[in-house]
């Protein structure tokens, strides 16, 4: 079952976005993700309507960071790209006439439940800035850092 990467991908241009010095193209943004311009525009046009990015028209013109990368969450961004599902696994059949299935269901089903919860609790607690600091030090320590393999312990 394939995975839905939409918010790790919204987040990827944001950061791309907020360590810009220009805007960028939605032909720009969606190489960095493999993917269609189309589909960018129209994620980013969720994201615009919140007030996260903006978009120029003309010579020069692009999408660009409009927020506060301190004040906006990883579940506002969750919420802005349509709170995808958490979890790929879910329950075999969701009306089950066997008892037993039915007593599988209620017992992934609370438990899926309390998981994603959580784990949609835990966005509040990471900003964008959060997650551009990381970037920061991790940009800082790749640019000094040897790029040469490690020796052998041969």
Same mark, same amino acid.
């Given at each position: 079952?394939?995975?839905?990467?939409?918010?790790?991908?919204?987040?990827?241009?944001?950061?791309?976005?907020?360590?810009?010095? /220009?805007?960028?193209?939605?032909?720009?943004?969606?190489?960095?993700?493999?993917?269609?311009?189309? %589909?960018? /525009?129209?994620?980013?046009?969720?994201?615009?309507?919140?007030?996260?990015?903006?978009?120029?028209?003309?010579?020069?013109?692009?999408?660009?960071?409009?927020?506060? %990368?301190?004040?906006?969450?990883?579940?506002?961004?969750?919420?802005?790209?349509?709170?995808?599902?958490?979890?790929?696994?879910?329950?075999?059949?969701?009306?089950? %006439?066997? %008892?037993?299935?039915?007593?599988?269901?209620?017992?992934?089903?609370?438990?899926?439940?309390?998981?994603?919860?959580?784990?949609?609790?835990?966005?509040?607690?990471?900003?964008?800035?959060?997650?551009?600091?990381?970037?920061?030090?991790?940009?800082?320590?790749?640019?000094?850092?040897?790029?040469?393999?490690?020796?052998?312990?041969?």
């Amino acid at each position: 079952m394939r995975r839905d990467s939409k918010l790790s991908s919204i987040l990827h241009v944001l950061l791309h976005m907020a360590h810009a010095e /220009r805007p960028f193209t939605s032909d720009e943004l969606a190489g960095f993700l493999g993917t269609n311009p189309v %589909l960018v /525009r129209r994620v980013l046009a969720g994201l615009r309507e919140r007030g996260y990015v903006g978009s120029g028209k003309g010579h020069g013109g692009g999408w660009s960071i409009t927020c506060d %990368l301190r004040k906006v969450t990883l579940r506002d961004i969750y919420e802005a790209v349509g709170s995808p599902t958490v979890f790929a696994m879910g329950n075999r059949d969701e009306h089950p %006439l066997c %008892l037993v299935e039915r007593a599988v269901n209620d017992a992934l089903s609370s438990a899926f439940d309390e998981a994603e919860a959580l784990l949609i609790e835990r966005f509040k607690d990471v900003t964008l800035a959060d997650l551009s600091a990381r970037f920061n030090d991790g940009y800082a320590n790749h640019k000094g850092a040897s790029h040469a393999h490690p020796p052998s312990d041969d």
